[in-house]
C-alpha cells in the first residue's frame, strides 16, 4: 500500500524524535567528555602538562557535531509539527464546510447541532432549530443557468449570516437550503420568530447575479424543544429537531411560500398523507390511472354544444376519483406533471377523434410545461402520433404563467399558434395580466373566471365587471367564455350582456369518455368508429387529419414570431 503525504510526515517526525534522542545521549556524553577533556585542554594551553588524550578530543569532537546535529533536527521536528497541525485544521474545515457558501455542511451541521443541545442540556435552555429554503430555486437555475445558481446561493448565504447572531453557525444542507441551531431563553421563542421573520424579509431585496437580477422569496420552518408547558426542554434529540424544522418548512410550502411557520404535530400527519399522495400519483402514472374527463363547452345564445375542456381525474384504487385540485400541484412538485400531462392528452386525442369534426378540445396546461422549451415541440408530436387537427386543439393556459417569464411564454404562445392550435387565457380576473401583456400576447380566448360568473344573480358589482371584460374582449378581438354558469337566471344575465361560449354544472357535471361518447351519439355527432371504416375511408381520414398538421406546420409567410 503506497504511503499518503501524512504517513510519510509522521514517519519523518518519528525518526525525529530519535534524532532528538540521540542528540540528548550526545549532550550527556559532551558532558562526560567534556569533563575529562576540557580541563586537560586548558593545562595544556597554560603550559602545565601533557596535552589531552587525542582519543577523548575526538569523542568530543563528535559529541560536538552530534548535538548540533541533534539539535537542527529537533527544530524541524518542532517545524514539522506546526505544519501538520495547520494541515489538519484545513483538512478538518473543508470535511466540515460548503466549499461553495462556506457555511457548515450537512454532517457538520448535525454534529453541530449536537452540541448545541448539549449545551442546552447543561444551561437548561430550550434550542431552536431553523431550516430556510429558497422558494422557486429551480427557475434560477434553469432561467439563468447554474453559475448564476450558484451566485444566488452565494448571496443569500451572506444576508443570512449578516442577521444572525455571530456565535450562531449557518449550515447549508444541501441544495437551496440553509440551516442554524440556536440557544434561546426559556419562554422567549418569540425572539427567534422574529429573527427568523427578518431572515425570510432579506430576500425581499432582488438578488444582483452579475449581469442579471433575479427575485425569490424564503419558506422557512422553525422547531424547538421549548416545553409548552412545565419547565425544562422537552428531552428530544437533535435528529428529532432537526425533522421537524423540516416538517414546519414544508407546511410553509405548502401555504403559499415565503413565510414561516412553527412546528406542530398535526403537520407530521399532513406530510405523511403528502408522502401517500406522491408515491401514489408515481404508482398511478406507471398504472395509468388518470383519465379524462369532460366537460361540455356550448354557444350560450343557441344552446348548441361546440366543445369540450378536458379536466384530469385521478382513479385511485384507494381514494376513488381524485380531484385535479389534489394532485396537479404536487404532480408540478415531483415533477411529472409533463408525462402526466401528456398521457392525458394523448387518451383526450383518442376520445376526440371520435366526436363530430366541428368539436374543439381544450386542454389545461401547467406553468412548469410553460417553462419547458420543448414544449409545443412535444405537442406536435402527439398531433401528429394521433393525427389531430391542430385547429380543433385548445391551449389553456392560467394567468399566473404570465408573471413567471414572459419572454418565454410569448415565444411559446407563438409556437403554439404557428402550429394551428388556439391558446386561451383561463381564470381570467384571478391573475395579474396587464393590459399591455393582453394586447401583445395575442391569446384566441378569455374565459371569465367561475367565480365572477356564480356570483352573477347576487351582485350588480360582478355583471360590471363581466361588461367591462367583454368590452376588452371585444377591443383586442378575443372571444369569450364563462366559466361557471350553475343556473338558468346566471345564463339569461350572460345572454343580455354578450355572445359568449358558456360552461358550467348548469349543462352538465364533467363526464368520462363513455358517457360522452352517449351524449354525443345522442345528438348525432359521433363519427362512426375509425375501426369500422374501411381501409380506404381510414386513409381518406388520415390524410385530411395530415393535410391539417401540415399546413399549420409549414412557413407562413405572415406569421408572428413573438
Ligand atoms: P379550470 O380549468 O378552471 O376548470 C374548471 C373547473 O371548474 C373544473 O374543476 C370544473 O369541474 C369546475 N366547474 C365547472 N363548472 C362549474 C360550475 O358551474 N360550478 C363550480 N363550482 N365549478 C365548476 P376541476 O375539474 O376540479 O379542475 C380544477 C382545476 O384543475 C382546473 O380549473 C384546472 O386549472 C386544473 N386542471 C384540471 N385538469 C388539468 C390538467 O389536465 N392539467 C392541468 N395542468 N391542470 C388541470
Ligand atoms: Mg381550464
Ligand atoms: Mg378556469
Not at 448539549?118 to 429558497?134: E, H, Y
Request: proline share 4%; glycine share 8%; aromatic share 6%.
Amino acid at each position: 500500500m503506497s504511503k499518503t503525504p501524512d504517513d510519510k510526515r509522521l514517519g519523518k517526525a518519528e525518526r525525529d524524535i530519535v534524532a532528538l534522542g540521540i542528540a540528548t545521549a550526545a549532550i550527556i556524553l559532551f558532558v562526560g567528555t567534556g569533563g575529562a577533556v576540557l580541563p586537560d585542554v586548558m593545562r595544556s594551553i597554560w603550559g602545565q602538562g601533557e596535552g589531552p588524550n587525542l582519543f577523548l578530543v575526538n569523542a568530543l569532537l563528535l559529541n560536538i557535531a552530534l548535538v548540533i546535529f541533534g539539535w537542527r533536527r529537533y527544530k524541524e521536528l518542532t517545524n514539522e509539527i506546526a505544519e501538520r497541525r495547520v494541515a489538519q485544521k484545513t483538512a478538518q474545515k473543508l470535511a466540515a464546510t460548503d466549499s461553495l457558501t462556506d457555511c457548515l455542511n450537512r454532517r457538520s451541521m448535525a454534529e453541530f447541532t449536537a452540541a448545541v443541545c448539549q449545551r442546552g442540556r447543561l444551561t437548561g435552555n430550550p434550542i431552536a432549530f431553523v431550516v430556510i429554503d429558497i422558494d422557486n430555486f429551480k427557475q434560477i437555475n434553469d432561467m439563468h443557468g447554474h453559475s448564476k445558481g450558484d451566485a444566488a446561493l452565494i448571496e443569500i448565504a451572506n444576508r443570512l449570516r449578516a442577521i444572525l447572531p455571530n456565535n450562531v453557525k449557518l449550515a447549508r444542507p444541501g441544495g437551496d437550503e440553509f440551516a442554524f441551531a440556536m440557544e434561546v431563553e426559556i419562554g422567549d421563542t418569540s425572539r427567534v420568530e422574529e429573527l427568523v421573520m427578518r431572515l425570510c424579509e432579506s430576500a425581499n431585496k432582488p438578488l444582483e447575479l452579475g449581469e442579471v437580477s433575479a427575485e425569490t422569496t424564503l419558506s422557512a420552518g422553525i422547531s424547538t424543544n421549548s416545553p409548552l408547558r412545565g419547565d425544562g426542554p422537552d428531552p428530544i434529540d437533535a435528529e428529532t429537531l432537526i425533522h421537524r424544522a423540516d416538517v414546519a418548512m414544508y407546511h410553509s410550502k405548502k401555504h403559499g411560500k415565503n413565510r414561516y411557520s412553527l412546528f406542530e404535530p398535526a403537520m407530521e400527519e399532513e406530510l405523511r398523507l403528502r408522502n401517500e399522495l406522491e408515491v401514489g400519483i408515481r404508482r398511478g402514472l406507471e398504472r395509468r390511472e388518470f383519465v379524462p374527463y369532460y366537460e361540455q363547452q356550448v354557444d350560450i345564445s343557441t344552446g348548441e354544444l361546440v366543445g369540450f375542456e378536458m379536466l384530469a381525474r385521478w382513479k385511485s384504487p384507494q381514494m376513488g376519483v381524485v380531484s385535479p385540485e389534489i394532485f396537479i400541484s404536487i404532480a408540478e412538485d415531483i415533477g411529472v406533471i409533463g408525462a402526466l400531462s401528456e398521457q392525458l392528452i394523448e387518451l383526450a386525442f383518442q376520445d376526440a377523434r371520435e366526436w363530430d369534426p366541428s368539436i374543439t378540445l381544450s386542454v389545461n396546461i401547467s406553468p412548469v410545461q410553460m417553462r419547458d422549451p420543448w414544449f409545443s415541440q412535444k405537442l406536435l408530436k402527439l398531433l401528429v402520433k394521433h393525427q389531430f387537427p391542430p385547429h380543433r386543439l385548445e391551449i389553456e393556459v392560467t394567468e399566473s404563467c404570465l408573471h413567471d417569464n414572459i419572454g418565454m411564454v410569448r415565444s411559446m404562445i407563438a409556437s403554439l399558434r404557428n402550429q394551428g392550435v388556439k391558446v386561451s387565457l383561463d381564470d381570467f380576473g384571478t391573475g395579474y395580466s396587464s393590459l399591455s401583456q393582453l394586447r401583445t400576447l395575442k391569446f384566441d380566448r378569455l374565459k371569465i373566471d367561475r367565480s365572477f360568473v356564480s356570483e352573477l344573480r347576487d351582485t350588480e358589482a360582478n355583471s360590471k365587471i363581466i361588461d367591462a371584460i367583454v368590452s376588452l374582449g371585444n377591443g383586442l378581438d378575443m372571444p369569450i367564455t364563462a366559466e361557471g354558469i350553475e343556473d338558468e337566471s346566471v345564463l339569461d344575465t350572460l345572454k343580455s350582456l354578450g355572445n359568449f361560449k358558456g360552461q358550467g354544472f348548469h349543462y352538465g357535471q364533467p363526464e368520462d369518455s363513455d358517457q360522452v361518447r352517449a351524449r354525443l351519439e345522442k345528438l348525432g355527432k359521433l363519427r362512426v368508429r375509425r375501426s369500422k371504416l374501411s381501409s380506404d375511408e381510414q386513409k381518406a381520414d388520415s390524410n385530411v387529419a395530415q393535410d391539417d398538421i401540415l399546413a399549420a406546420v409549414e412557413p407562413k409567410s405572415n406569421s408572428t414570431s413573438g
